[in-house]
T-cell receptor
């Protein structure tokens, strides 16, 4: 079992739809959870950053972490064609000498 | 623009050759990370340096090596290249380690081995 699992999609939605992206993980030591967006083989850019469990909202984006279920989600409201990209979840424990581990990414396409 | 600079952007080389990828971190960042991204494996962590010292090691092959210099720039050396080494190589940087710090990625170096 991989440490971080993410459905690669592709996921296709119409403009204005609510998008739900998810990751599951196996390492209970993970404490920091991130979502990155990557356009067409460009460098990943950080979208959301959460620590431990709970929700965090930033504009049209909401990140949720459920540590009891080892499950994290990213919701995109009122999706736009410009949201078409690959979304990567990433996580790391709170200890030195560890790395940021990524899911394989979900490819999202929003049609106008 | 993340502030992380990688060169070269693209390179094509033959099997058995050696290449060096270069990375300049964001101003003030002490940590540098190297990741490999291929279509089937996703983003794989290779190695992290903090202020010149190796801090974490991932699935980095013995044919690959890296270092971080006193001016904090980093180089990733790939030798005895194989077709399977063709991938996008990303450098990233952060102020400290990955816990509690934002990690910024460069635009990547696209390596094609023929």
């Amino acid at each position: 079992q991989k440490e971080v699992e993410q459905d690669p999609g592709p996921l296709s939605v119409p403009e204005g739809a609510i998008v739900s992206l998810n990751c599951t993980y196996s390492n209970s030591a993970f404490q920091y959870f991130m979502w990155y967006r990557q356009y067409s083989r460009k460098g990943p850019e950080l979208l959301m950053y959460t620590y431990s469990s709970g929700n965090k909202e930033d504009g049209r984006f909401t990140a949720q972490v459920d540590k009891s279920s080892k499950y994290i989600s990213l919701f995109i409201r009122d999706s736009q064609p410009s949201d078409s990209a690959t979304y990567l979840c990433a996580m790391t424990p709170n200890q030195a000498g560890t790395a940021l581990i990524f899911g394989k990414g979900t490819t999202l396409s929003v049609s106008s | 623009d993340s502030g992380v600079t990688q060169t070269p952007k693209h390179l094509i080389t033959a099997t058995g050759q050696r290449v060096t990828l270069r990375c300049s971190p964001r101003s003030g960042d002490l940590s540098v990370y190297w990741y490999q991204q291929s279509l089937d494996q996703g983003l794989q962590f290779l190695i992290q340096y903090y202020n010149g010292e190796e801090r974490a090691k991932g699935n980095i092959l013995e044919r690959f090596s890296a270092q971080q210099f006193p001016d904090l720039h980093s180089e990733l050396n790939l030798s005895s290249l194989e077709l399977g080494d063709s991938a996008l190589y990303f450098c990233a940087s952060s102020v400290g380690g990955p816990s509690g710090n934002t990690i910024y990625f460069g635009e990547g170096s696209w390596l094609t081995v023929v």
